[in-house]
T-cell receptor, first 114, second 114 residues
Framework: AQTVTQSQPEMSVQEAETVTLSCTYD???????LFWYKQPPSRQMILVIR??????QNATENRFSVNFQKAAKSFSLKISDSQLGDAAMYFC???????????FGAGTRLTVKP | KAGVTQTPRYLIKTRGQQVTLSCSPI?????VSWYQQTPGQGLQFLFEYFSETQRNKGNFPGRFSGRQFSNSRSEMNVSTLELGDSALYLC?????????????FGQGTRLTVV
C-alpha cells in the first residue's frame, strides 16, 4: 500500500520569504500522480500544484514550485514570496493512475509572520 | 460553474443513530470520493463511486456505506454511530478518467456524535 509522510507538523515563515515543505512517499508503482493541497480554516481543500510522475520537469504554479525526486520518492513544495494568505494546513497526496482514491500525509501547518 | 456542494454543513447525532450525508459534484463529473478527516488519523479514504458503481473502497467497517445516483450525486451513510465517528467528512469530485487528475473538494460536513 502507498504511504505518504510529512515530517514537519509545523512550519513558520516570514512574509515575503521562502519556505519549503517536505514530503516523502512509498510506492511500488512506476506511474502515479502527486499533489499538494492547501486547507485554510474554512476547511475547503484547494489544489496548489500537481505532478505527474512520468514528467521529469518539476511543476510550477506562480509562487509555488515542487522538487520532485522520483528515485528518492521525495516531493517537496517551495513557496516563494510568502503571503499572509498562504497560512494554512498543507497536505501532500498520492494518487495511482487507476482509481481516484488519494492517500494523504498528516499535513504541515504553515504560519506566515508579518 | 458551481463547485462541490455538501449538505448539511454541521450535524450532531447521538451514539447508536444513523446519519446520511450528501454530496453534489461539479456538473459533468462522474467520480465522487469520500474522505474522513480527524485530528488523530488525518485524512482517510472511505470509498469512490464512478457512474453509480463503487470503484474503490478504503479500510472502514461495513457501517460506512455509500451510493451514487444517475445524476452523479452521492450519499454516504453511517449506521450505529460511535463516538469515534466524529469527524469532518469531505467529498471530492473529478471527471473520473485518467487524464482528469484534479479532484475538487466540498467544504465538508462536520459530524459530532454525542
Amino acid at each position: 500500500a502507498q504511504t505518504v509522510t510529512q515530517s514537519q507538523p509545523e512550519m513558520s515563515v516570514q512574509e515575503a520569504e521562502t519556505v519549503t515543505l517536505s514530503c516523502t512517499y512509498d510506492t511500488s508503482e512506476s506511474d502515479y500522480y502527486l499533489f499538494w493541497y492547501k486547507q485554510p480554516p474554512s476547511r475547503q481543500m484547494i489544489l496548489v500544484i500537481r505532478q505527474e510522475a512520468y514528467k521529469q520537469q518539476n511543476a510550477t504554479e506562480n509562487r509555488f514550485s515542487v522538487n520532485f525526486q522520483k528515485a528518492a520518492k521525495s516531493f517537496s513544495l517551495k513557496i516563494s514570496d510568502s503571503q499572509l494568505g498562504d497560512a494554512a494546513m498543507y497536505f501532500c497526496a498520492y494518487r495511482s493512475l487507476l482509481g481516484n482514491d488519494m492517500r494523504f500525509g498528516a499535513g504541515t501547518r504553515l504560519t506566515v509572520k508579518p | 460553474k458551481a463547485g462541490v456542494t455538501q449538505t448539511p454543513r454541521y450535524l450532531i447525532k447521538t451514539r447508536g443513530q444513523q446519519v446520511t450525508l450528501s454530496c453534489s459534484p461539479i456538473s459533468g463529473h462522474r467520480s465522487v470520493s469520500w474522505y474522513q478527516q480527524t485530528p488523530g488519523q488525518g485524512l482517510q479514504f472511505l470509498f469512490e463511486y464512478f457512474s453509480e458503481t463503487q470503484r474503490n473502497k478504503g479500510n472502514f467497517p461495513g457501517r460506512f456505506s455509500g451510493r451514487q445516483f444517475s445524476n452523479s450525486r452521492s450519499e454516504m451513510n453511517v449506521s450505529t454511530l460511535e463516538l469515534g465517528d466524529s469527524a469532518l467528512y469531505l467529498c471530492a469530485s473529478s471527471g473520473g478518467v485518467r487524464e482528469e487528475t484534479e479532484a475538487f473538494f466540498g467544504q465538508g460536513t462536520r459530524l459530532t456524535v454525542v
